[in-house]
C-alpha cells in the first residue's frame, strides 16, 4: 500500500508542476493574440509626425478681386509765391473752407502801385497827344512818320501798363479751387523768395482710391468696374466707380494701376489706406491655400502634400493674395491634401498622420 502511494505521488507531482508552468503561458499566448488586431493601427501610426492639412479645391471668385490702395484728393496744391517780397497779409485760417478766387495772401506791392500810377499818366498824356496829332495828320501838317511814331509810343505805353498789372497779380495767391486750407508756413511781415511754400490747399469732395491688380485682368472691361472698400480701422463698407486704368504695366510687380472715384460723404481724407474688392463679371476659378502653407524658397516658392502617407515638397506659381489666402496657378491639383501645420519639422519622405482641417 505504501508503495503505491509512494508511485502516485511520484508521478502526480511533476503533473501538478509542469501544468501549473504550461497553463498560464497558454493563456499569456492567447491574451497576445487577441490583443493584435486592437494595437495594430497604433502600431502604424506610431513614428508618423502629425501635421494639418487641407484638400485643395477650386474655389469660384463671387466678390471679386481682393485689392489694397490709397486714397488720393481730387485736387491738391501747394500754394508758392510767385515773386519775391514781404508778407502784407495772410488772410486764411488753416483748415478752413474757402471758395476759388479767395485772396489768401499778399505780397507788398507799393513800388509796383507807384509805376502803375505813373504809365496811367503816361497813358492820359499821349492818349490827349495823339489825337491832336491825328487832327494835324488830317490837315498834312505833319508827316505820316511823325503819327506812326506817336501812336507806337502809345501803344508801348499800354503794354507796360498791362505788365505791371500782371506783376502786381503775382503779389496776390488767390484760391485756384474751392478747397480746405492746410497749415500755413508764413507770418506777416515774413520776406518771401520766388517758390517759397506759403501752404496748401486739397479738394476733398471726391476722393480717388488708387490700388493695383494682376497684369492678367488687363482683357476685363475695367472702366465702370464697382470697387467696394473699407477704410483701415473702420468697419462699414463704401461703393466707388473705376474711372481709369494706367496704360502702363509696372515692370517690378507685374500689376496694372486703377483709379476709382467716390463722392466723400463720410470725411474721409486722402492719405487713408484701403482694402476691399473689385466686382467682376466673369466667375474666375483658381485653387486658394493658406498663406502659411506656400514655403519661399530662393528659386520660387514650394508647398508639402501628402502622397502614399509621406511628406512631399513640390514646386508651385502663385498669383494673388490677401492676408490669410493665396492663389495657387500651377503646381497642385484639385484633390491634393496640402499641409497647412507643423511645417517646421517636415522633411523629404517622412511619414506623416494628417488632421484635415474642415
Known amino acids: 500500500m505504501n508503495k503505491s502511494l509512494k508511485r502516485v505521488l511520484q508521478i502526480g507531482i511533476p503533473v501538478v508542476i509542469v501544468g501549473a508552468i504550461v497553463i498560464p ?7 497576445k493574440d487577441a490583443s493584435t488586431p486592437t494595437t495594430a493601427p497604433q502600431a502604424a501610426n506610431r513614428g508618423a509626425l502629425p501635421v494639418t492639412g487641407m484638400v ?113 497779380a503775382r503779389t496776390e495767391i488767390r484760391a485756384p479751387f474751392d478747397g480746405r486750407m492746410g497749415f500755413r508756413f508764413v507770418s506777416e511781415g515774413s520776406y518771401l523768395q520766388s517758390s517759397t511754400k506759403v501752404s496748401s490747399i486739397v479738394d476733398n469732395s471726391y476722393l480717388k482710391i488708387e490700388f493695383s491688380i494682376p497684369e492678367k485682368y488687363i482683357d476685363l472691361p475695367l472702366v465702370g468696374r464697382k470697387l467696394t472698400f473699407q477704410p483701415s480701422g473702420m468697419e462699414y463698407q463704401i461703393e466707388a466707380e473705376v ?62 502634400i501628402v502622397k502614399n502617407k509621406k511628406a512631399t515638397s513640390v514646386p508651385v506659381q502663385t498669383d494673388s493674395r490677401n492676408s490669410q489666402f493665396v492663389e495657387v496657378t500651377s503646381g497642385i491639383q484639385v484633390g491634393d491634401t496640402v499641409l497647412t501645420g507643423g511645417l517646421m519639422q517636415l522633411r523629404e519622405g517622412m511619414i506623416v498622420n494628417v488632421k484635415l482641417n474642415k
Open 25 to 31: 503561458r497558454l493563456d499569456f499566448f492567447s491574451n
Open 56 to 168: 485643395a479645391s477650386m474655389s469660384t471668385s463671387g466678390n471679386g478681386i481682393p485689392v489694397t490702395g490709397v486714397l488720393v484728393a481730387n485736387e491738391e496744391v501747394e500754394l508758392v509765391s510767385e515773386t519775391a517780397g514781404k508778407v502784407v497779409k495772410i488772410a486764411f485760417e488753416e483748415g478752413a473752407l474757402v471758395k476759388k478766387g479767395t485772396l489768401l495772401v499778399k505780397v507788398d506791392d507799393s513800388d509796383l502801385q507807384a509805376q502803375l500810377a505813373r504809365a496811367e499818366f503816361q497813358k492820359e498824356l499821349l492818349a490827349a497827344k495823339l489825337e491832336r496829332q491825328r487832327i494835324l495828320l488830317k490837315r498834312e501838317s505833319i508827316s505820316v512818320e511823325e503819327f506812326q511814331q506817336l501812336e507806337t509810343e502809345y501803344n508801348m505805353n499800354l503794354a507796360d501798363i498791362e505788365l505791371l498789372k500782371v506783376r502786381i
Open 243 to 304: 474711372y481709369a486704368v494706367d496704360p502702363q504695366a509696372d515692370v517690378a510687380t507685374h500689376t496694372i494701376t486703377l483709379r476709382a472715384r467716390y463722392r466723400n460723404t463720410k470725411n474721409l481724407v486722402a492719405g487713408m489706406f484701403v482694402k476691399g474688392e473689385l466686382m467682376t463679371a466673369e466667375n474666375l476659378k483658381y485653387i486658394l491655400v493658406p498663406t502659411e502653407a506656400v514655403v519661399p524658397e530662393m528659386d520660387g516658392k514650394r508647398l508639402w
